[in-house]
């Protein structure tokens, strides 16, 4: 095994005890890699999740959201500023374009690149406006709003025709860190409303309508350890082809224990399927348009990394013996058998970012980065690792120095060689 093939325990520990020999609160980087971090004194800068790639076209623009150091959690009290970074200038600095309060430590503001624009490069995200969340477009060009959408936008079709919305109060409520607490939740003492739920959006008309609501998917299949508990959606995510999306379906009683289970919808036939284990599935992504990777735990091979067709059939385990932590998984947008993926802090506060090649089951240390104690719950700062479109470059979310910065890391060499290896 080479040092950077790592062995997490013996390699985390070693790195922890360095830093804290020297007091040094940093990170380890792999020698064929180059980072460069992008942050501003006094502010937190960062993305959010790692399902939306920050990265424009030719890895030029990188979309951010910043705000005061220190903010606290409630975001209506700090808005975000919503902006970006151009990584072609000598000292890039960061562009506010406008603000939010519809945001969250984990998710942001959802901001994201809108894919159906041509040469007109525009970006969607989330805002609070007249006491209702919202969806704006903006165009970089022109340097304006051009777009409002009625419902705000978890998730957008990579034709840009669709989007899927969802009650993000109510996700904020029953998953802090993933919502947003600016404006009054509707439904809050409605177990499961039928009158709330996931809602497909027109891109092009901004017409919506409810597509499965809470009330359909909690009668559906129900389990014995839904008596008496709430009900919301989380983590939608389409498929490269836009032709259907997975999204979670979650569960938490009064005793504050969470249970969830995984479904896709198809647009063409609007059926509901079930993929993975009931009760646990963690993080997840499509591998291609039949096929996705999450973490689960299958009655046969427990938690682990597992393949899924998209007719919920296990296909095996990923990465066996080898990928052992729940991370943040990603495909590589250029070569489909590397996966991008993380680990959380462990007791050193180290977050490793790897990438596992699906073709050899090697697996390499990207970098290790120090997560400072004073992040955690729902202040948390995980790496959320995402690729470029080139899949040259990766971007993560890290408080290593104390706040949270965008680091951007230059894996085009350790790729060659781990691909020609």
């Known amino acids: 095994m080479s040092r950077f093939q790592i062995n997490p325990r013996l390699r985390a520990a070693s790195t922890a005890a360095i830093r804290w020999l020297t007091l040094r609160k940093t990170y380890e980087l792999h020698p064929d890699c180059l980072i460069t971090e992008y942050w501003q004194e ?231 399927s079930k993929i993975g284990p009931r009760r646990h599935v963690s993080h997840h992504c499509w591998l291609d348009n039949e096929h996705m990777v999450l973490y689960s735990n299958e009655p046969a091979t427990g938690m682990n990394y597992h393949l899924y067709n998209v007719s919920s059939r296990c296909l095996g385990v990923v990465g066996d013996g080898v990928l052992v932590k729940d991370g943040h998984p990603s495909i590589s947008p250029v070569k489909s058998r590397l996966m991008l993926t993380d680990t959380y802090p462990n007791r050193f506060g180290e977050q490793i970012l790897l990438i596992f090649d699906l073709s050899s089951e090697r697996l390499v240390e990207v970098a290790s980065l120090y997560s400072p104690s004073n992040f955690r719950g729902e202040m948390r700062c995980d790496l959320h690792p995402r690729w470029s479109r080139s899949g040259k470059l990766l971007c993560v979310d890290s408080a290593h120095a104390g706040s949270r910065r965008l680091c951007v890391v230059n894996v085009a060499h350790l790729l060659d060689s781990i691909i020609n290896s």
């Not at 374009?97 to 969250?104: D, E, F």
């Not at 624009?117 to 209702?132: K, V």
Request: net charge negative; aromatic share 12%.
């Open 42 to 272: 006094n502010y937190d800068t960062f993305f959010g999740y790692h399902d939306v790639s920050p990265f424009g076209a030719h890895d030029q623009l990188l979309l951010a959201g910043r705000c005061p150091t220190g903010s606290v959690r409630r975001s209506s009290r700090a808005p975000m500023e919503v902006g970006l970074f151009d990584l072609s200038q000598p000292r890039p600095r960061f562009e506010s374009l406008g603000t939010s309060t519809a945001w969250c430590w984990q998710q942001g503001c959802r901001l994201q690149w809108y894919p159906d624009t041509g040469s007109r490069p525009q970006i969607l995200f989330n805002i609070t406006a007249d006491s209702y969340h919202q969806s704006c477009i903006f165009d970089l060009e022109t340097n304006r709003e051009v777009n409002r959408l009625r419902r705000p936008l978890y998730a957008i079709s990579s034709t840009g025709s669709h989007g899927v919305s969802l009650d993000f109060v109510r996700l904020q409520r029953l998953r802090p860190g993933y919502g947003y607490d600016d404006i009054t939740e509707m439904c809050s003492n409605d177990a499961a409303p039928a009158i709330d739920g996931l809602w497909l959006v027109d891109l092009h008309t901004g017409n919506d309508r409810l597509l499965l609501s809470l009330k359909e998917i909690a009668a559906l299949d129900p389990d014995p350890s839904m008596e008496g508990a709430m009900h919301y959606f989380n983590h939608v995510l389409w498929s490269p082809a836009g032709d259907r999306f997975f999204f979670m379906h979650l569960w938490q009683r009064s005793d504050g224990r969470r249970f969830n289970r995984a479904f896709t919808w198809s647009l063409a036939t609007s059926q509901v």
